[in-house]
């Protein structure tokens, strides 16, 4: 039997643990893009309606890449919001190009359905291993709650490292572990190791320290490549980050967390608005109370839900005297443009803080 | 107590309802008037600027309308179902509205899926004006039975409109674009002064068009796009020519219509229509299509 070979697109380091998910339940080759860079937006831009969000060029591109590869079945995850309907035009997108590809979708309209997901794996492989999927399924879910845990120590930290780059080293060669664990109690071995490894850096953090939260939408965030490596160039200003989406709060949280949150602050938002606006909103009270001395708003170029929490956001901050950059991602933003007006939030923070 | 009705997004779809539910009431309302300069400048001045061309306008409805009553009705619409949704300026549109302005905003919400019903909205808003059950049931019955009656007729009269000669076009776009007198009114106008019969992609029977949808893309969830798209399957035939018009940044169409244009295989024109004035292009590419036709 020929086997198929699979790709899928990538959103920061997840390509990791979904790697490690596809290599252990199909019986199928894992064809993993190459990082995303220039040639990719290139690509995803060429083959694109003109005022699409941007994750879907940024998907395209890398699926086109994959594709180029070798790859002949492509795996795209889906969501609420548009990402849901991604694939659709994706697919004919693809053909239209005269690729002979399988394109699969494993969610729908926001809804996972276990028929749906359990109906598409078996185009990819018809004897892939159902009962073991669900034990790899758990340790998955655990790497990524792992590396987000590590993630979020490294974003707070980071800006104050004695010796710059310890912790990204780090960072990579546990994400290199991770991807030849052969359990659960391994992934916990070495999840522990290098949680003590990266908490025994050496940090010299001051008296007196800025922190900024990062809100935004969800593609533009976790991706650094379409956000210019925004967390890289705040943490050389010395700054501490904390950012409250990542994939486990996406995959676990997110529901709770609104339903137990939306009445209190009703004077703000009332209802769900769609992906992520009611949480962001949510989050930017809440930084604006615990004392933050400012927030960055990042989206995507033609988010409608995130244009729509824009203006919420904007009065909550102002109610709160807090400042707030707000950054709009398109396939084209010059880096040094951005660069610039994150110099001027920071000296306008430091002003504010003499 | 007045009521004001913004003359955008929603009220397309149910102004008949609106309308005879507070006639039967006794709630007196009132209505912004069509689309024009002032509304779209303060519909501009209030909203985000990335925002689509058909909530600038009704953000500018809204500030119009603030001035002259004490509540405004903004609704906010979910889904119809699990694979019903609806764009999401529809789910965000009353806390906009209600963090923009100081009046009184007068909400209702409609989720199958949470089993948030069109009755059980009106009924709120029957109640804030201190009706009682009985008579809001009645007046609801009265404006669904009428709204439905004002539709079929609208149907009908677009389906005959399919059995004339002559070139006629299918226009597919969402009723708030298809409407408004600064969207699709002009397009409307000037297709028919060139003699064409202009065929309405709301006007259908819903429910045929949303099965018929199926075709052009299986897994497509939202409402008013399935509904649009619908059209085009049934039509089949008997139509000359496709004009999708959108507005500029709109999320839907920037993914349905373009599928739509590959799968199908008739002439077509994509026209997007920003904030800018210039109708002249539009006027152009509107007589050269034709011509082709």
């Known amino acids: 039997m020929k086997l198929s070979k699979v790709g899928f697109p990538h959103i920061g380091n997840y390509y990791v643990p979904a790697t490690y998910l596809f290599s252990n339940i199909l019986h199928s080759d894992i064809v993993s893009a190459p990082h995303i860079s220039q040639k990719t937006i290139e690509l995803g831009v060429k083959y694109s309606p003109s005022f699409v969000c941007t994750p879907f060029k940024y998907t395209l591109g890398t699926l086109l890449e994959v594709i180029e590869k070798g790859a002949d079945c492509v795996v795209q995850l889906g969501g609420g919001c548009r990402y849901g309907y991604y694939h659709e035009l994706q697919r004919t997108i693809i053909s239209d190009l005269g690729y002979d590809v399988k394109f699969i979708n494993l969610v729908i309209a926001g809804k996972a359905s276990v028929f749906r997901v359990y109906r598409e794996l078996r185009r990819i492989d018809k004897h892939f291993r159902r009962f073991k999927s669900l034990y790899y399924l758990f340790i998955t879910m655990k790497m990524v709650k792992y590396m987000d845990l590590i993630d979020d120590y490294i974003r707070e930290y980071v800006g104050f490292e004695v010796n710059d780059g310890e912790m990204e080293k780090l960072n990579e060669s546990m994400l290199k572990e991770f991807s030849g664990v052969k359990g659960y109690f391994d992934l916990k071995r070495v999840y522990k190791k290098y949680n003590s490894l990266i908490r025994k850096v050496k940090v010299d953090i001051p008296r007196n320290v800025t922190k900024v939260g990062i809100i935004g939408e969800l593609y533009t965030i976790m991706e650094p490549f379409s956000n210019y490596f925004i967390e890289k160039s705040l943490a050389s200003f010395n700054m501490s980050i904390k950012r409250y989406t990542n994939a486990s709060y996406l995959m676990m949280g997110k529901g709770k967390f609104i339903k137990k949150n939306i009445k209190k602050y009703s004077k703000y938002v009332k209802y769900r608005m769609g992906a992520d606006a009611t949480d962001n909103i949510i989050r930017a009270v809440d930084m604006c109370r615990d004392g933050f001395d400012g927030i960055i708003h990042i989206k995507s170029s033609f988010c409608t839900p995130e244009i729509g929490s824009m203006g919420i956001i904007n009065k909550v901050c102002c109610d709160y005297n807090v400042p707030v950059l707000f950054f709009s991602f398109d396939s084209n933003t010059s880096r040094v443009g951005l660069q610039t007006r994150l110099e001027a939030f920071n000296d306008m923070i430091e002003m504010r803080k003499k | ?293």
């Open chain 2, 1 to 293: 107590m007045k009521i004001g009705i913004p003359r955008g997004l929603f009220y397309y779809y149910f102004s008949d309802l609106w309308i005879s539910f507070f006639e039967k009431l006794n709630i007196s309302y009132i209505i912004s008037p069509e689309t024009n300069k002032e509304i779209k400048e303060l519909g501009n001045k209030y909203s985000t600027d990335e925002m689509c061309l058909s909530l600038k306008n009704y953000i500018g409805h809204v500030a119009y309308l603030s001035r002259y009553c004490d509540v405004i009705l903004v609704p906010r619409i979910d889904d119809f179902g699990k694979y019903e949704q609806t764009c999401t300026n529809f789910m965000a549109c009353y806390d906009i509205v209600n963090n923009l302005f100081d009046v009184k905003v007068l909400d209702y919400n409609i989720s199958l899926s949470s089993h948030d019903t069109l009755y059980k909205g009106m009924k709120r808003i029957g109640k804030f004006f201190g009706k009682s059950n009985k008579d809001i049931r009645r007046a609801f019955l009265c404006a669904t039975i009428k709204s439905n009656k004002l539709n079929k007729v609208r149907i009908i009269d677009n389906i005959n409109r399919l059995n004339l000669t002559g070139k006629k076009i299918l226009l597919v776009s969402h009723s708030y674009n298809t409407y408004d007198s600064t969207i699709g009114k002009p397009v409307i106008d000037y297709l028919e002064k060139l003699g064409c019969i202009v065929i309405y992609s709301d006007l259908f029977d819903k429910a045929a068009c949303r099965r018929k949808s199926l075709e052009l893309s299986p897994d497509i969830y939202w409402k008013y796009s399935k509904e649009s798209i619908g059209s085009i399957a049934l039509c089949g035939d008997k139509i000359d020519g496709i004009i999708f018009l959108s507005v500029f940044p709109c999320g839907l169409d920037s993914l349905v219509n373009e599928l739509v244009i590959r799968k199908i295989n008739k002439k077509c024109l994509n026209l997007v229509i920003d904030d800018m004035d210039a109708f002249a292009g539009i006027e152009t590419r509107l007589e050269s299509f034709v011509e082709i036709v």
